[in-house]
């Protein structure tokens, strides 16, 4: 288990932390430009929204913040894209959040639980539990996987559940190696629009925001190509 740190103030999180909870976007809780990128030189980071309108690992779900109807919409966005969305919220409106994915008939994302109770432990079925709320940070105990913020172990392919089965799929899953990238960002040589893309070329989901690009690119998780525009339209569409 390993033990995260979050604050709407980036100069708050102790030093040295290795995994770091970090928000890009809100209108108290945003990092100012550069802090990102300058925590992942050091640490872990789990990117935080509380909007929904950007990307992200995380929603943050809890008063003040984007409604149901939105983290539902988000968590389908972050799935087409080949991520592993996750939610916050507190262990008192987690009912609340899974009724509205039932209600739906959607997959549940993965769980980070707010259960303050001044003692580390994991919140059953959780991939993290924040346990400790404090004046300048809160800390968490975290899964020492965490699908779509760590690289998948050696030897395991990333798995895509939400994209259409491959005629180019080979019989056997290739070996990935520490740093592969899960998927492509591609764009049509032709035209302005950017797709993921499938590692297999399976199938590509066009961006929803412009602003989702860079978002992506800074998770150094996609690998970036630029395919022709015949070979663009033979690949299905999903999303």
């Known amino acids: 288990m390993r033990t995260m740190f979050d604050s709407v103030n980036p100069t708050n999180i102790p030093v040295p932390a290795t995994m770091i909870g970090a928000y890009v976007d809100g209108a108290v809780s945003k990092w100012p430009s550069g802090a990102i990128a300058a925590a992942r030189k050091h640490a872990t980071v789990?990117?935080?929204?509380?909007?929904?309108?950007?990307?992200?690992n995380v929603a943050d779900y809890e008063k003040g913040n984007l409604n149901l109807a939105k983290?539902?919409?988000?968590?389908?966005?972050?799935?087409?894209?080949?991520?592993?969305?996750?939610?916050?919220?507190?262990?008192?409106?987690?009912?609340?959040?899974?009724?509205?994915f039932s209600n739906v008939n959607l997959a549940f994302p993965l769980w980070w639980i707010a259960d303050w109770t001044g003692v580390k432990h994991m919140f059953p079925g959780s991939i993290a539990t924040q346990w400790s709320n404090g004046l300048k940070y809160d800390t968490s105990l975290v899964a020492n996987y965490w699908p779509g913020v760590?690289?998948?172990?050696?030897?395991?392919?990333?798995?895509?559940?939400?994209?259409?089965?491959?005629?180019?799929?080979?019989?056997?899953?290739?070996?990935?190696?520490?740093?592969?990238?899960?998927?492509?960002?591609?764009?049509?040589?032709?035209?302005?629009?950017?797709y993921v893309v499938a590692d297999d070329l399976s199938s590509k989901t066009k961006l929803a925001l412009p602003s989702d690009l860079n978002a992506l690119e800074a998770t150094g998780r996609y690998a970036t190509i630029i395919l022709s525009q015949g070979t663009l339209q033979w690949i299905p569409t999903v999303g």
Not at 153 to 167: H, I, K, T
């Open 46 to 56: 789990v990117t935080i929204t509380t909007t929904g309108d950007n990307v992200a």
């Open 71 to 100: 983290l539902i919409e988000w968590v389908k966005r972050m799935r087409s894209y080949g991520g592993e969305p996750a939610v916050y919220c507190s262990r008192a409106t987690m009912p609340r959040v899974t009724w509205a």
């Open 150 to 194: 760590d690289q998948p172990p050696l030897g395991q392919r990333p798995v895509y559940p939400y994209v259409l089965p491959s005629r180019m799929a080979p019989d056997k899953p290739r070996q990935s190696k520490a740093g592969d990238a899960m998927a492509f960002l591609c764009k049509d040589s032709n035209g302005p629009t950017w």
